[in-house]
C-alpha cells in the first residue's frame, strides 16, 4: 500500500454541532480534492464521518470541553477518513449486537458502508478510521472487490483487518 497524502484536516470544538460542521468540511474537502468521486460514496463518506464523529461528541472528554479532529486522506486506491477524540471513554468503539437498542447504531451504519475501518490508540485518545475505495474501484454495496486490498494488521479492534495511521 502506498503512503496516505491527507488533503484535508479539521479540528472541530467538541459541541453538539461538530457533526454537522464535520459533514460540510468533508463535502468540501471531496469536491475539492476528489472531484471524480460519485454522489453516492462522498454521501456514504459525509455519513459515516458524522456518526464517528458523533460518538466522539457523545462519548469521550471531546464533548465534555474538548476538540475532535478529522483527517481525509488518500492513496491510489483508497480514501480514509480518521475521527481522533481527546479520550476519557469507558469502552472502545465497536459495533453493537442489539438490533432493538436505541444506541450503537452509527458503527453498524459505517460497516456496512466502509470498505474497512478499525479502531486505533491516539496519543490519550482514540482515531477511528474509515476506508473507502474510490476512483472506479468499488464493488457491490461500496467494498472494495475481493483481492483489491492488501491489509497490514494493525493496533485497536479493526472490524475488517487493519492498517497503522498515516
Not at 109 to 127: F, I, K, M, N
Amino acid at each position: 500500500m502506498t503512503a496516505m497524502r491527507t488533503i484535508g484536516a479539521i479540528s472541530l470544538p467538541g459541541r453538539r454541532t461538530a457533526p454537522r460542521q464535520a459533514r460540510m468540511f468533508v463535502r468540501t474537502v471531496l469536491a475539492t480534492a476528489q472531484p471524480a468521486l460519485d454522489e453516492e460514496t462522498a454521501g456514504d463518506i459525509e455519513l459515516c464521518v458524522d456518526e464517528l464523529v458523533a460518538n466522539a461528541w457523545e462519548h469521550t472528554d471531546s464533548g465534555r470541553g474538548g476538540h475532535i479532529l478529522v483527517k481525509v486522506a488518500v492513496d491510489g486506491r483508497m480514501l480514509r477518513t480518521t475521527v481522533v477524540d481527546d479520550g476519557g471513554a469507558r469502552t472502545k468503539p465497536c459495533v453493537g449486537t442489539d438490533l432493538t437498542a436505541e444506541h450503537g447504531r452509527g458503527l453498524r451504519l459505517v460497516d456496512g458502508l466502509a470498505a474497512r475501518w478499525g479502531v486505533d490508540t491516539a496519543g490519550r485518545g482514540t482515531a477511528v478510521w474509515a476506508e473507502f475505495g474510490h476512483a472506479g474501484r468499488l464493488g457491490a454495496a461500496g467494498r472494495v472487490p475481493d483481492g483489491e486490498l492488501s491489509a497490514r494488521p494493525g493496533p485497536g479492534l479493526p472490524s475488517r483487518g487493519g492498517a497503522a495511521l498515516f
